[in-house]
């Protein structure tokens, strides 16, 4: 590997910089001010730093009622897509069915179309079905947010556990199912526990569908930032986004390795 | 003193330090223009490391590498006038046979009839003409290292590498395979140095083989004289088959002692009765191996493996064995 | 992966024989099915007709709630929704910012994702990880909360202004600007197109780049003629979803663009929303369905023509 002279690597290290700029700037300049009585523009410094505005948050009704509703809706919108999903991602990943591939393509292409537009169509059958404003209703839009990650990750996950693995357990003795138990499901299990992190987020983070089809009655930790924004203070809004990132920040960290050495991307492959 | 004509490669005071460890201690070598000369030696004895910075991939920390007499030492890959055949052929899947080999004339920007001439006359010289446009996945794996031969050859370099060209093909396309290597390398002469941890590979092919140790060169000779003349014990039991005794020979037979004796197998006799200076022992194994037989037989304190195609004695027989020919070292070296 | 073996050997558990009717496997993707053909499936189709004037059964409620809802006058429906919203200059501008501002950030969004890619592939740095690294941070954060940071960060009080006043310069607030929605759009793309591209580079061996050293070739060479071809596939699934994705956003050009003309993600939501018009709103959710499915028809064309060439097929 040969060295990079001087000029080089003056412009990585400010690409880097930027880079920095750009990605971090806006989170931590958020963040910052969960913690601050007041900041005016033009300083690069606050007036003065407070805990008071996470009481005013904690205290305040219609967003406690919003981080109840994510906190309550999002793990049953997870174990009722591991159900829903998990058989099906287990027959398209050992079984070599007829209509397999356009099953796992349309679930890709109903998960890649422009989401509002979805939404638009789907609060219009709400009208018929009463289900708008109603906690079914906005189950379901989170549910179907979660469907491609728990059909095509684990079902890549499945696939890629080796045959001649559960053939020797066979060959020593095991039956069926403990072979599914022992070999199997445990050599799965990281992709579907990044299928589960995914799924989780997926449903946490919904905002534009939970919107369209619950709000006024229902508020989601998302859905509330809309109109968080406009009627609270900054502070507010920003002790707010601390909360609504922290289940992501902790669950992507904990399954990053996973995530970049490859279960996500190999997840998405068709095979 | 060399002149530039005679040079082919010449390598002196190598060295290579990587993880902390010496992978390459003051290496020197020198190869003849024209010559096909051998890196040969287990995994992990610095062949490879050897090769790579012959060819350019890794920088060398202190040594001199001089390629038909021009000091390429701190030239990248690119620059150099070496063309390496990859392991695994290395061609691009996304390109034909006939673009792979195209690739680097165009780089050096020649006219489009050229590249077409030059091109053909490569695949024409490894028999792949009518496979030009196929792509590397439409062919086997014999054709594919053809047609990375053609694309190191179409380069003109002035030494040419090859890393285990033979490892990836089964046995039998081995020597075919093998035989073209050297009847084309004899035909155009081009200094070639081939990387190898088979020793029926180097033995067969090269003018001079490099036995290499931690590193090091033990022995740069003739495959003759490597399996005749062994320099060192390491050598010795490299090539070939070795009995390996640790004493001293004294009217043929083994005594205790500092030195090491290494015997060849075909310089043993067995015979049913006692010879002067011979050993007695017990057969233990009769190997038939295609034209002649191994024979182990178990002595007081070691095995003799010999090898012998008439008298051959049965599993259990007594016999004698004598010993015709040894080799002797003292701390490693070969003395008379 | 590339792979030089020309059979497909497939390791794993799926047995290696052709697809046939499977009873069991039908079954068990029947759940998942079901549930995105009612609820999917079925209101883009009540939907479409719904564009086209069907009013009835289960269009009716929505047809009583709406305005200017234009009931069909032919048996196939009728076009008078589709009209209003085509001769609609608020549509007409939305759509124009709508691709200049997709085609923009996606190439740029390209643009970055190769350049470190690249990087971090031909030069085993320090520096080629961390971009990496900060370039999928964004995947860690929620949309509603990067739109909102961004407003901020580029806003009236924000950092960029409070950074050049501390110089006497008035920096522009770009908050409410077609470049804010831009700048909002690649920082939520870049996780994405960053891990496909990359990967898609990590997965050329060495001895591909090394042979093309060996042969000659420049470092230019090698990215455009080894490197970016061999990674064609990766580039074109990132730019299609980044460019899907981006045509039809709503929470980004929500937070950080101008009120008109606007995204047509915005747009759709006001229509439905606060304008009350829900059939304009569904003409222009199924005019953004079309471009989307134009990007997705380029994709699988580019697949096949791919696979065609590498002779798979």
Redesign the interface.
């Known amino acids: 590997m040969?060295t990079i002279f001087r000029p080089a690597r003056l412009l990585l290290n400010l690409s880097v910089l930027l880079m920095a700029f750009f990605i971090l700037g806006p989170i931590l300049w958020l963040a910052a001010h969960a913690f601050v009585s007041g900041w005016q523009y033009p300083h690069l410094y606050p007036s003065g730093f407070t805990f008071t505005w996470w009481s005013k948050v904690f205290m305040d009704s219609a967003l406690k009622t919003a981080i109840k509703n994510s906190l309550i809706l999002s793990p049953i919108v997870v174990l009722l897509s591991m159900v829903i999903c998990l058989p099906a991602a287990y027959a398209a990943g050992r079984m070599n069915y007829w209509g397999r591939k356009v099953f796992m393509i349309g679930i890709f292409s109903a998960n890649s179309f422009p989401k509002i537009g979805l939404f638009a169509a789907i609060a219009t059958l709400y009208y018929t079905l009463n289900l708008m404003g109603t906690f079914v209703g906005v189950l379901i839009i989170q549910l179907l947010g979660t469907i491609i990650y728990m059909t095509w990750i684990p079902a890549a996950a499945f696939a890629s556990v080796p045959r001649n693995l559960e053939e020797a357990a066979r060959d020593a003795g095991a039956s069926k199912f403990r072979v599914f138990r022992t070999i199997t499901l445990r050599m799965a299990m990281p992709g579907i526990l990044v299928a589960i992190v995914m799924s989780f987020l997926a449903s946490f983070d919904e905002a534009q569908g939970s919107y369209l089809v619950g709000a006024p009655a229902i508020y989601t930790m998302p859905t509330e930032m809309y109109s968080l924004v406009q009627n609270y203070p900054i502070q507010v809004a920003a002790v707010f986004s601390i909360l609504l990132a922290l289940p992501s920040v902790l669950l992507l960290g904990l399954a990053r390795k996973h995530i970049m050495g490859g279960q996500l991307a190999d997840g998405f492959q068709l095979k | 003193m060399n002149t530039k004509d005679d040079m082919g490669l010449e390598l002196r005071g190598l060295n290579k330090i990587l993880g902390g460890r010496v992978i390459i201690d003051d290496l020197d070598l020198s190869v003849a223009k024209g010559e096909m000369v051998s890196l040969l030696g287990p995994s992990g004895c610095g062949k490879t490391t050897t090769l790579r910075m012959i060819?350019?991939?890794l920088?060398v920390d202190s040594g001199q590498i001089m390629v038909a007499g021009r000091d390429v030492t701190a030239l990248?890959?690119?620059?150099r006038p070496?063309?390496?055949v990859?392991?695994?052929?290395?061609?691009?899947?996304?390109m034909t046979a006939s673009k792979n080999v195209a690739?680097?004339l165009k780089?050096?920007g020649l006219s489009k009839i050229e590249i077409k001439e030059k091109v053909e006359a490569a695949l024409e010289l490894v028999n792949l003409l009518h496979h030009k446009d196929s792509?590397?996945?439409?062919?086997?794996g014999g054709e594919?290292q053809r047609v990375a031969l053609a694309?190191a050859l179409v380069?003109e370099p002035d030494i040419l590498l090859l890393d285990e060209p033979l490892s990836n093909l089964d046995a039998k396309l081995r020597e075919k395979v093998r035989e073209d290597i050297r009847e084309l390398q004899r035909r155009l002469g081009i200094t070639t140095v081939i990387v190898t941890h088979d020793q029926e590979e180097a033995l067969s092919i090269s003018d001079r083989v490099a036995v290499m140790n931690s590193g090091r060169i033990e022995q740069f000779s003739t495959p003759q004289d490597l399996y005749r003349q062994p320099q060192t014990e390491y050598v010795a039991t490299f090539i070939g088959s070795l009995n390996r005794f640790e004493g001293n020979l004294q009217d043929g037979q083994i005594h205790g002692g500092t030195d090491v004796i290494g015997i060849r197998p075909e310089d043993l006799t067995i015979a049913n009765e006692p010879l002067e200076g011979s050993h007695p022992g017990i057969v233990e194994l009769v190997i038939p191996r295609g034209h002649f037989f191994e024979v182990v037989v178990r002595r007081q304190d070691g095995l003799f493996r010999a090898f012998t195609n008439e008298n051959v004695p049965t599993f259990g027989e007594h016999v004698h064995v004598k010993i015709k020919k040894a080799l002797r070292y003292q701390n490693g070296k070969l003395v008379a | 992966m590339?792979?030089?073996?020309?059979k497909n050997k497939e390791e794993g558990s799926r047995a290696v024989t052709r697809a046939r009717p499977s009873f069991l496997g039908l079954a068990l993707s029947l759940p998942p099915l079901l549930l995105v053909l009612i609820f999917v499936g079925l209101p883009i189709f009540i939907g479409f007709t719904f564009s086209l004037g069907f009013t009835k059964g289960p269009n009716r409620i929505i047809s009583i709630i709406g305005q200017q809802i234009h009931v069909k006058n032919h048996w196939w429906g009728t076009f008078a929704a589709y009209s209003d919203v085509f001769h609609d200059s608020r549509f007409l501008g939305d759509l124009g910012l709508t691709l200049f501002v997709t085609v923009l950030s996606t190439v740029l969004v390209i643009l970055m994702g190769l350049a470190i890619s690249i990087y971090q592939r031909l030069i085993r740095s320090k520096q080629a990880s961390v971009l990496v690294t900060l370039a999928i941070i964004p995947l860690f954060v929620p949309v509603v909360i990067s739109a909102w940071a961004i407003h901020t960060f580029y806003g009236g009080d924000g950092f960029l202004r409070s950074f050049f006043a501390q110089f006497g310069i008035s920096f522009p607030t770009l908050t409410s600007t077609a470049s804010a929605i831009v700048i909002g759009s690649i920082w939520t793309s870049l996780p994405f197109a960053i891990l496909m591209i990359s990967s898609g580079m990590q997965g050329i061996?060495d001895?591909?780049i090394?042979?093309?050293?060996?042969?000659?070739?420049?470092v230019a060479?090698i990215i455009g003629?080894?490197l970016i071809?061999?990674a064609?596939t990766p580039i074109i699934i990132a730019a299609s979803f980044t460019a899907i994705g981006i045509l039809g956003s709503f929470t980004i050009p929500l937070f950080l663009g101008p009120n008109q003309p606007t995204m047509l993600g915005v747009e759709i939501s006001n229509f439905f929303g606060s304008y009350n018009r829900p059939q304009q709103s569904l003409v222009m959710a199924f005019i953004v369905f079309l471009a989307a499915s134009g990007i997705a028809i380029l994709y699988v064309w580019s697949n096949i023509k791919s696979a065609k060439?590498?002779?798979?097929i």
């Open positions: 040969r | 060819a350019g991939f920088p990248g890959p690119d620059k070496s063309a390496m990859f392991q695994n052929y290395a061609l691009w899947p996304h690739f680097p780089i050096k792509r590397p996945g439409q062919i086997s594919q694309r380069q | 590339i792979s030089l073996r020309s061996p001895a591909l090394d042979a093309a050293k060996d042969c000659g070739a420049p060479r003629h080894i071809p061999l064609k060439e590498s002779g798979r």
